[in-house]
Each structure stands twice: as C-alpha cells, then as structure tokens.
C-alpha cells in the first residue's frame, strides 16, 4: 500500500505546533541566553548543511540552460574555483572568476 | 500539497515568508522588543493558528491518495471522537490523538477498501 | 516631573533615513548584494518564476539563501518541506534581531516601529548597522538603520531584475554562466565565513550528503540532509570541546 508520509507528518505538526512551540520558546527565553548559545549553534549548523546541499542540488540536478553543459564540468568549475580560494589567500572574487572561467571555457571546448 | 495547487503568491506568502519572518518576530520577542502580549503578537498567533487550521481542513476534507480511499465521514468522524476524548481527559493530547487514531483504524478497517 | 520622552523632528527623522540611504549605496555591501541578486535572478527565470514574482519574494522574504532554497525547489518538493527548509535557513535573524534593538531603541520609540528594521534586517544590513550605530545620534538611529536597509535592499532589486532580463536575452553559454553564479557564490561566502571546524564540516557533509539523499530520492531529502549533516557537525564539534 503506498504511503504518502505528508499528511501525517502535518497531522503531527498540527497537533503539537501551536500550543507546544510556545510553550517551549517561553521555556527558552525564561531561562536566559544559555541554552540559546547551544541551541543556536546546532540550528546554525542544520542551516549552513542545508544551504550546502542546495548549493550541491543546483549544481547536480540544474534548471534551464546550465542542464546543457556536462556534470564534469560543472563538478569541475566549483572545485577548481575552491581551489583558486584557497590559492589566492582565500579571495571569494578570485574563486568567483576561477570558477566561472572553467565552466565557460569547459562548456564551450566540449560543446558538441 | 504543492506549488501547483495553491498558485505561487499564496504559496510565496505561506512557505517563503512566514517561515523566514517568524525568526526577525521572536528575535523582537526575545529581547523585548514586543511585548509577549503585545497586540502583533496576538494578532501574528490568531494568523498562524488560523492557517494550521485550514492545512488540518484542507488534509482531511480533500485528501490525495491512501487517505481518499477512506470515507469523509469516517476522516471527519475520527477527527470530532479524538477531540472530544481530548476534552473529557483533562484536555490531553495524547488521549487525543491515540482516540482519533483508533477511531480512523477502525472506520478505515469498517468502510475503506478492502486491503 | 513626569519624563514624556522627547520626539526628534520630523525633519532630523527624514535626514537621518536619508543618511542612512546614501551610507548603504557607500557600502561595499551595494555591489556584493547586487552581484548576489543577479544570480537569484537569474535562477527565478530559469525555474519559471514571473518578473513581479521575484521582485515581491526579494521584498517580503529578503533573505538571499532562504530565495535560492525556495526558488529551486518551490517548483518540486511539497510546500511542507520548503516551508521547513526556509525556516531553518533564516533562524540566524532571531539573535540578529535580539543583538540589534538594544542599540537601535531610543526612549520615545515605540513597539511597532521596531517592525520596520527587524524585517529590514538581513547579513549585510545588520553588520553594516551594528558598525555604524554607534556613531549615530540615539535618536536618529531608527530611521537611519530604516535608510540603510531599504537602500540595500533597493540595490537588491535592482540586481536581480539585471539578472533576470539577461537570463532571458543572452544565448545559452552565457547564461549558464550566469545560473552558475549562484552556487559558486555561496560556496565562497560560505568557505570565507566558516572559520569554525562546525561551519566548515558541517557545509562539507551538506554538500556530501544532500546529493546521496536526492539521489536515493528520500522524501524531504532537503530537511533531512539538514538536520543529519548538522547534526553530525554539531556532534563532532561537542566531542571536542568535550576532549579539550
């Protein structure tokens, strides 16, 4: 039988959400910006995993026109362009042209 | 639910900004800023509470897959049972949802497909 | 003596926004965010978006990694999981916030006056801010900070409407370079500002475990990949301050 996990994942949400978050937030704040320090750091960590993967997701499985070019020279682009970071003393801009050099010079050289 | 259903301003409003807004409205509530009882706060609760009610609506009035396959009445009926339960037992959640479940088991295995 | 606290003019108001305006265009942070939006903007055409759509989600949303997340993947995962990928992404604005009215509250202002800046309040605006307030009259810092948030945010604008009109006329190379802005961008930004091995590993893990998920097509693979790859770091990083 197919499950979709959706529904219920909501009904979970739903049943909880309003009346607990608030309840735990009061929790939260009332004891002081201790526990937020750990908290914070956790939820930051979560999100910076997250923006990654986005990164990760667009370059993996692109919309529109970057689809036409090949996953090797996509990988290639953002790693040569890290690579290019790191080189010049950690510049974002060296990294930003290092890597879109690539892409462009490897999409055109490869295009069939 | 997805992006086609509800049209892209609605879905904008409902998945891009609250959920990113809410951190900059705490973060007023957090070092007072607002009020607690301040009347946004009041009002930012009824909008929010009132949304998660028309998400529970929508769930299980207009039900996709598994769940279309059982009966409203019985998704409907399941619904009222697990909160009248949560009612009668010291407003518990738990009761609640496990009446609710129960009563859709047995609505489910009563009047859905047969499996 | 009662103290009714003292309203500045609406004159010093106006001027103080309006210095606020010109110290955002000043600010290198103009042209960062600007380069940043032509990316996002570019990423609206090519996933389908509408011009009017993508100039309302860079006002009411104003949080660049939280636009890429809801622009890539708005248009397939469920309104749930976008819901719970953008809320995660932004909870960095709630000690942002907290850090900044203490500085910006003068005695007279009032609660709601507080909106304003909090929702004006993203990376580049707020450490613009907190370096610059202090050198404001308390007064006048509401309006200014009002100032700098929408000149920045004006310059967002109008980036990412550059981004979207040349996404739509340039030939394909070109344009991929464009859709490739972004992520080459925030891979930078992020491996300039991780400097703790938390942020660094746990950007690494995302980038590792987010494509296995999507490829393993698990259900709400973006959140999991959060909450996992985070999770991890943030363990990692408890054990050794644990052995330290």
């Known amino acids: 039988m197919n499950f979709p996990m959706e529904p219920y994942l909501a009904l979970l949400l739903i049943g909880f959400l309003p009346s607990e978050v608030w309840r735990w937030l009061g929790l939260l704040f009332g004891r002081g910006l201790d526990e937020n320090s750990e908290i914070i750091l956790w939820v930051r960590a979560v999100a910076t995993a997250l923006v990654a993967a986005v990164v990760a997701r667009i370059v993996l499985f692109p919309p529109g026109a970057l689809a036409a070019v090949p996953v090797e020279v996509r990988l290639a682009a953002l790693g040569l362009g890290f690579l290019a970071f790191l080189v010049f003393r950690r510049s974002a801009f060296a990294g930003v042209i290092v890597g879109e050099a690539v892409l462009i010079g490897g999409a055109a050289a490869l295009a069939p | 639910m997805t992006l086609a259903e509800i049209g892209p301003y609605l879905a904008l409003i409902l998945v891009g900004f609250l959920p990113n807004e809410v951190w900059r409205v705490l973060g007023l509530v957090a070092v007072r800023g607002l009020n607690e009882d301040s009347q946004i706060i009041v009002w930012v609760r009824a909008v929010a509470t009132a949304i998660l009610a028309g998400v529970l609506a929508q769930l299980v009035l207009t039900s996709t897959g598994a769940l279309a396959e059982i009966p409203v009445f019985v998704r409907v009926g399941a619904l009222v049972l697990g909160f009248v339960a949560f009612l009668l037992v010291r407003r518990s959640v738990f009761v609640g949802v496990l009446v609710g479940e129960l009563a859709f088991l047995a609505g489910a295995w009563m009047y859905g497909p047969p499996s | 003596m009662s103290q009714t606290p003292i309203e500045p003019s609406p004159a010093t108001t106006r001027a103080a926004f309006l210095n606020g305006l010109g110290a955002a265009w000043r600010s290198i942070f103009a042209y960062v965010l600007v380069g940043n939006y032509i990316g996002i903007g570019a990423l609206s055409y090519e996933f389908g978006f509408s011009l009017p759509w993508m100039i309302l989600s860079t006002l009411v949303i104003w949080a660049a990694p939280a636009q890429v997340i809801l622009i890539s993947t708005l248009t397939t995962a469920t309104l749930l999981e976008v819901a719970i990928a953008v809320g995660l992404s932004s909870a960095r604005f709630l000690p942002m916030v907290a850090a900044l009215v203490p500085l910006l509250k003068a005695a007279h202002t009032r609660q709601f006056q507080l909106l304003l800046p909090s929702h004006l309040t993203a990376i580049s605006v707020w450490v613009e801010g907190m370096r610059m307030l202090p050198q404001v009259p308390r007064a006048e810092r509401v309006p200014f900070y009002n100032g700098l948030g929408l000149?920045?945010?004006?310059?967002?604008?109008?980036?990412?409407?550059?981004?979207?009109?040349?996404?739509?006329?340039?030939?394909?190379?070109?344009?991929?370079?464009?859709?490739?802005?972004?992520?080459?961008?925030?891979?930078?930004?992020?491996?300039?500002?991780?400097?703790?091995?938390?942020?660094?590993?746990?950007?690494?893990?995302?980038?590792?475990?987010?494509?296995?998920?999507?490829?393993?097509?698990?259900?709400?693979?973006?959140?999991?990949?959060?909450?996992?790859?985070?999770?991890?770091a943030y363990a990692v990083h408890r054990l050794r301050e644990k052995w330290r």
Not at chain 3, 170 to 192: C, D, G, K, V, Y
Not at chain 3, 223 to 232: N, Y
């Open chain 3, 151 to 232: 000149g920045l945010l004006s310059a967002a604008v109008i980036g990412s409407v550059i981004g979207y009109a040349l996404a739509a006329r340039l030939p394909p190379l070109l344009a991929t370079t464009l859709l490739f802005f972004t992520p080459i961008a925030i891979l930078m930004s992020s491996a300039r500002n991780s400097t703790t091995l938390i942020d660094r590993l746990a950007f690494v893990l995302g980038l590792v475990i987010g494509p296995l998920l999507a490829a393993q097509k698990v259900k709400l693979d973006l959140m999991w990949t959060g909450l996992v790859a985070g999770t991890i």
